[in-house]
């Protein structure tokens, strides 16, 4: 059995003139979703071993104030290509993942996020920013992970609060 958590990341600032999309932030609101995030992970005994998220700085910040609410050891890691990655890309991430980590858990972008998920799904789901989806998968390997087929053994969705 493996977990895996997929989240978008929180809310980002707006781009500045001469400022990379990749290198924006997140602003107040986005540092609100990460931590309520945080506080609902830790409610619901969700601690990743392995985070790995995109080289976008919204995507950093959020996996990194995630863990620090958690108070987790756990391993991170960006992945450059997260960034314009295709759901055939975030399947070879995930596959490529040592298999010494039970829950693993994935920051990056839509539109892929949503189609990641609904792939996982069979249905179509939105992703809003702050939006986590984790399920237990019934894999021993990273390496058999799919985007369709999977046996799930639990499905749940964490959103930061409504009136974000």
């Avoid at 990341?9 to 999309?21: F, I, L, M, N, V």
């Avoid at 995507?59 to 314009?84: F, N």
């Avoid at 249905?123 to 920013?129: A, E, P, S």
């Amino acid at each position: 059995m493996k977990q895996i958590i997929l989240m978008r990341h929180c809310h980002a600032a707006s781009r500045q003139p001469g400022e990379s999309d990749e290198s924006r932030g997140l602003d107040g609101k986005g540092l609100r979703q990460a931590a309520v995030i945080g506080a609902k992970m830790v409610s619901n005994r969700m601690y990743p071993d392995f985070i790995i998220h995109s080289s976008a700085v919204r995507a950093l910040e959020t996996a990194s104030i995630i863990k620090d609410v958690l108070e987790s050891g756990s391993v991170m890691k960006p992945a450059a290509r997260l960034y314009s990655a295709s759901p055939s890309d975030y399947e070879e991430i995930i596959q490529s993942i040592p298999d010494i980590y039970y829950s693993v858990m994935v920051v990056a972008h839509n539109p892929v996020m949503e189609d990641v998920v609904s792939k996982l799904l069979g249905k179509r789901i939105g992703m809003g920013t702050a939006h986590l989806f984790t399920s237990e998968i019934k894999i021993d390997f990273w390496r058999d992970f799919k985007l369709s087929g999977n046996t799930f053994r639990t499905t749940q969705f964490l959103l930061p609060e409504s009136s974000e």
